[in-house]
């Protein structure tokens, strides 16, 4: 079906430019962004990036590329946006932009109407042979979103929106290429590079492998990053096996703190790290897009593409490690996988609902305001959602309680569980400077930072040989592959209740019951699938329950279960092995190198001596029976 569609969108194409010129330029392509945004968060479901002209309510700078016309003729010009309130009110929506050409203001205001991404008519214009100068111009600073531009002779052309279609379009059009390029071979291919997917490379490099690291942003780190802002949580090097946990001392903020300044994050240090590993090849920028199978099974190559240029390579090794918390590798490769919660009698879990179900955590999108010595104004914003003085936030800033989507699908449904996050945050801060009484305490705060980039806490988890369920934690249920150790509560999110009184079935704030567990060594089968079998996974990803994911998923314990990928990598590639061999013949090789870590010797420096929530200055030990 998708090969015919191709070949028709093609020949469309191909009939309709033997009387009309036509050019297609990727937003996302543009060779000067200016204060536009390159957004990759939901290209699985856009087919490509977007740019968005996230100001935070100041109109941001322009977006300007050049075009190479072949042909002189009137062009009419054609983008595609999208109107990202529509989901809750009918007005006109607040992402504003136009379209210049060659200095010229086309005419059409785009990104205010429709309610899904569509291609809108931005005006016409009559262009010469030659270069011609193309520019975005932001007119509100609300988060207009640009994913494509067209520019045709052809008048009233039929333009796809469905992915299908989209796909065989940018490719008769040449944005994307008709076939992969070699990308090479490798011991190891980890795709992600957050905490866990930075560990398993890492690990695995220092063991000897030649690793490729694919990270679709431009900034390591994952939910650590100067992107999402979230603090390294949970707590490393404890027994069974301390030496784990000593190389994320290498890297790890020394800074604690959710929805802080840029810097506290030290994204340069993720940076260096990295290059200073000789076996690690990091492919930034790129997204997995498709694998290629082999007939038993196994993953034989990952396609990625480049997020800016679209250029695409193949990647081919013997071992794959997902790290891409959305188990998106191991999804596009047929690997079991669940998402949401599990029914109390599936496990005899006490902390699951009675009724399996589809919610899970949700996503934070954070952010703080400044003091600044003059008053500031902030647009009057409302899009959908009302606040009153009962009702709304008192607040100055926004962290992890500031939860979207868990009630959505955080896979197909993630752009507009990001954009709540978006909404609520201006929509609160607009009535807070504009209509609450007594509002002394805002008048001089400025809207400093929102994250665009949402931090997610769950999705997709793949199964391996084994689930963690809450009976073993509870129980300390020896298993002989026991190796990285979780050591957090069962941490598991809800909508807040006080929230939900207000904003019934659209809560943005959330609110959490410890559970408080004796640290717990997790067992190595849940590291692999169970049918991919040259599939690892580090991350929240893993095979474990939704109540048993309320534990691993902080990311001090994700950078453990990295470091364990990597050295069950290290023994697969000296034996020729897969994942599952690793287990059933070499436990007692990847003992001893969780034995001795990979991380460098030394005392862990004072100022990163943190407690709860962080470091441990005292770590408690775990007794496993048998050790």
Same mark, same amino acid.
């Given at each position: 079906?998708?090969?015919?569609?191709?070949?028709?969108?093609?020949?469309?194409?191909?009939?309709?430019?033997?009387?009309?010129?036509?050019?297609?330029?990727?937003?996302?392509?543009?060779?000067?962004?200016?204060?536009?945004?390159?957004?990759?968060?939901?290209?699985?479901?856009?087919?490509?990036?977007?740019?968005?002209?996230?100001?935070?309510?100041?109109?941001?700078?322009?977006?300007?590329?050049?075009? !190479?016309?072949?042909?002189?003729?009137?062009?009419?010009?054609?983008?595609?946006?999208?109107?990202?309130?529509?989901?809750?009110?009918?007005?006109?929506?607040?992402?504003?932009?136009?379209?210049?050409?060659?200095?010229?203001?086309?005419?059409?205001?785009?990104?205010?109407?429709?309610?899904?991404?569509?291609?809108?008519?931005?005006? +016409?214009?009559?262009?010469?042979?030659?270069?011609?100068?193309?520019?975005?111009?932001?007119?509100?600073?609300?988060?207009?979103?640009?994913?494509?531009?067209?520019?045709?002779?052809?008048?009233?052309?039929?333009?796809?929106?469905?992915?299908?279609?989209?796909?065989?379009?940018?490719?008769?059009?040449?944005?994307?290429?008709?076939?992969?390029?070699?990308?090479?071979?490798?011991?190891?291919?980890?795709?992600?590079?957050?905490?866990?997917?930075?560990?398993?490379?890492?690990?695995?490099?220092?063991?000897?492998?030649?690793?490729?690291?694919?990270?679709?942003?431009?900034?390591?780190?994952?939910?650590?990053? +100067?992107?999402?802002?979230?603090?390294?949580?949970?707590?490393?090097?404890?027994?069974?096996?301390?030496?784990?946990?000593?190389?994320?001392?290498?890297?790890?903020?020394?800074?604690?703190?959710?929805?802080?300044?840029?810097?506290?994050?030290?994204?340069?240090?993720?940076?260096?790290?990295?290059?200073?590993?000789?076996?690690?090849?990091?492919?930034?920028?790129?997204?997995?897009?498709?694998?290629?199978?082999?007939?038993?099974?196994?993953?034989?190559?990952?396609?990625?593409?480049?997020?800016?240029?679209?250029?695409?390579? !193949?990647?081919?090794?013997?071992?794959?490690?997902?790290?891409?918390?959305?188990?998106?590798?191991?999804?596009?490769?047929?690997?079991?996988?669940?998402?949401?919660?599990?029914? !109390?009698?599936?496990?005899?879990? *006490?902390?699951?609902?009675?009724?399996?179900?589809?919610?899970?955590?949700?996503?934070?999108?954070?952010?703080?305001?400044?003091?600044?010595?003059?008053?500031?104004?902030?647009?009057?914003?409302?899009?959908?959602?009302?606040?009153?003085?009962? *009702?709304?936030?008192?607040?100055?800033?926004?962290?992890?309680?500031?939860?979207?989507?868990?009630?959505?699908?955080?896979?197909?449904?993630?752009?507009?569980?990001?954009?709540?996050?978006?909404?609520?945050?201006? +929509?609160?801060?607009?009535?807070?400077?504009?209509?609450?009484?007594?509002?002394?305490?805002?008048?001089?705060?400025?809207?400093?930072?929102?994250?665009?980039?949402?931090?997610?806490?769950?999705?997709?988890?793949?199964?391996?040989?084994?689930?963690?369920?809450?009976?073993?934690?509870?129980?300390?249920?020896?298993?002989?592959?026991?190796?990285?150790?979780?050591?957090?509560?069962?941490?598991?999110?809800?909508?807040?209740?006080?929230?939900?009184?207000?904003?019934?079935?659209?809560?943005?704030?959330?609110?959490?019951?410890?559970?408080?567990?004796?640290?717990?060594?997790?067992?190595?089968?849940?590291?692999?699938?169970?049918?991919?079998?040259?599939?690892?996974?580090?991350?929240?990803?893993?095979?474990?329950?939704?109540?048993?994911?309320?534990?691993?998923?902080?990311?001090?314990?994700?950078?453990?279960?990295?470091?364990?990928?990597?050295?069950?990598? +290290?023994?697969?590639?000296?034996?020729?092995?897969?994942?599952?061999?690793?287990?059933?013949?070499?436990?007692?090789?990847?003992?001893?190198?969780?034995?001795?870590?990979?991380?460098?010797?030394?005392?862990?420096?004072?100022?990163?001596?943190?407690?709860?929530?962080?470091?441990?200055?005292?770590?408690?030990?775990?007794?496993?029976?048998?050790?």
């Amino acid at each position: 079906m998708m090969k015919r569609i191709f070949f028709e969108v093609c020949f469309i194409c191909l009939a309709s430019s033997i009387l009309a010129n036509s050019i297609l330029i990727e937003a996302e392509s543009f060779q000067q962004t200016g204060g536009w945004k390159v957004d990759q968060q939901f290209m699985d479901f856009m087919g490509s990036p977007y740019l968005i002209a996230h100001g935070m309510g100041v109109p941001v700078a322009d977006a300007s590329t050049s075009v !190479r016309i072949t042909k002189k003729g009137k062009y009419q010009i054609y983008v595609r946006t999208f109107n990202w309130t529509s989901p809750w009110t009918t007005k006109e929506g607040p992402g504003s932009f136009r379209v210049s050409v060659n200095g010229n203001l086309l005419p059409n205001t785009l990104g205010t109407k429709g309610s899904a991404w569509e291609w809108q008519y931005a005006g +016409s214009i009559d262009l010469g042979k030659g270069e011609a100068t193309l520019v975005l111009k932001d007119m509100s600073g609300f988060d207009g979103r640009c994913d494509a531009v067209y520019l045709t002779t052809q008048q009233n052309p039929a333009l796809p929106n469905s992915l299908e279609e989209l796909e065989g379009f940018r490719r008769s059009l040449g944005t994307l290429p008709q076939s992969p390029s070699d990308g090479g071979n490798y011991d190891l291919v980890v795709v992600g590079a957050g905490i866990g997917g930075m560990c398993a490379a890492i690990s695995a490099a220092r063991l000897g492998m030649k690793v490729a690291l694919v990270h679709d942003r431009p900034i390591l780190g994952g939910n650590n990053s +100067s992107e999402v802002r979230v603090h390294l949580g949970g707590k490393i090097e404890m027994e069974p096996y301390p030496a784990l946990g000593r190389l994320l001392r290498e890297f790890g903020h020394s800074t604690m703190g959710n929805a802080k300044p840029a810097e506290n994050y030290e994204d340069e240090k993720k940076d260096s790290i990295i290059a200073s590993e000789s076996n690690i090849h990091l492919l930034r920028n790129y997204r997995a897009v498709r694998t290629q199978m082999n007939a038993d099974g196994t993953i034989a190559s990952v396609v990625i593409r480049q997020i800016r240029t679209g250029e695409e390579l !193949r990647l081919s090794a013997p071992l794959f490690c997902d790290c891409t918390g959305d188990g998106n590798l191991g999804f596009m490769s047929g690997a079991d996988w669940r998402m949401g919660r599990e029914g !109390r009698d599936e496990f005899g879990e *006490s902390l699951a609902p009675e009724q399996a179900d589809k919610m899970t955590m949700g996503a934070s999108v954070q952010w703080y305001t400044t003091e600044t010595v003059n008053g500031t104004n902030f647009p009057e914003f409302e899009y959908g959602l009302r606040f009153t003085e009962e *009702s709304c936030q008192r607040v100055t800033m926004g962290e992890w309680t500031w939860e979207t989507g868990m009630n959505y699908n955080q896979i197909t449904d993630f752009e507009r569980i990001r954009d709540y996050g978006m909404l609520v945050i201006y +929509s609160n801060w607009s009535y807070l400077k504009n209509h609450l009484s007594g509002n002394e305490k805002y008048r001089n705060r400025r809207l400093d930072w929102v994250a665009y980039v949402a931090g997610k806490r769950e999705s997709r988890r793949l199964m391996g040989d084994y689930i963690l369920k809450q009976d073993d934690v509870d129980k300390h249920v020896f298993h002989e592959d026991a190796s990285f150790t979780m050591n957090w509560h069962f941490d598991l999110h809800f909508p807040d209740p006080k929230n939900t009184q207000y904003f019934p079935g659209n809560e943005f704030k959330a609110e959490t019951k410890s559970n408080p567990i004796y640290p717990y060594a997790v067992p190595y089968r849940c590291l692999y699938s169970r049918n991919v079998n040259n599939l690892f996974m580090a991350g929240r990803c893993i095979s474990v329950t939704h109540v048993t994911l309320g534990s691993t998923r902080l990311m001090r314990t994700i950078a453990m279960m990295g470091e364990v990928v990597g050295m069950a990598a +290290s023994i697969c590639k000296a034996h020729q092995v897969q994942p599952r061999q690793v287990y059933q013949h070499y436990l007692p090789e990847l003992k001893g190198l969780m034995e001795k870590g990979v991380g460098r010797n030394g005392d862990l420096p004072d100022n990163q001596k943190f407690n709860e929530g962080g470091y441990l200055k005292e770590m408690p030990k775990v007794t496993v029976p048998g050790r």
